[in-house]
């Protein structure tokens, strides 16, 4: 049975450029990786969770900041089937934070392997806002879905607005 995570892509307008706020995994896996790492804060389903009850928990653990429904709701964004085969539903939110205050949860790992040394990390070590074009470079190719449908969304949202 394929896993199921949920996040909340948090998007603003910066000199006329739609940017999305991204996260780069901490640990040593990823350090010095770059392109194709980074995602949208997102964390798996406890049991019996409802999915945009995760989502909005898992944006508080990985940023430290409090993402409130906008007027009219959350922005559904649907589900994309990651490589791995775990399941992501992701809603979109308008909001504004500091990228460098940005402050995780962390967790624990043996590190260096098999050396019986437990070490603590964070599970998310950066954060930035990007334009679309930088963050289809970044995102984990899974999420770029994500992307392409919230550009869609306000688009479409825009020109019912004009």
Known sequence: MAQHSAGILAYRTSGGELEV?????????????????????KGLLNAGEEPLTAATREFFEETGFAV????????P????????????????????????QVRSN??????????????EFPE???????PLTVAAEKILPGQRPFLARLARALGAQQAAEE
């Open 21 to 41: 706020l991204l996260v780069h995994p901490g640990g040593p896996f990823n350090k010095k990786k770059d392109a194709g790492v980074w995602s949208i804060p």
């Open 77 to 100: 964004l649907g589900e994309a089937t990651q490589p791995s085969g775990k399941v992501v539903q992701a809603w979109a939110a308008a909001t504004d934070i500091e990228a460098a």
């Open 124 to 130: 998310v070590d950066a954060a930035g806002w990007f």
């Open 106 to 119: 962390t967790f624990e790992m043996e590190w260096p392997p098999k050396s019986g040394r437990m070490q």
């Open 68 to 75: 409130h429904a906008p007027e009219g709701g959350f922005l």
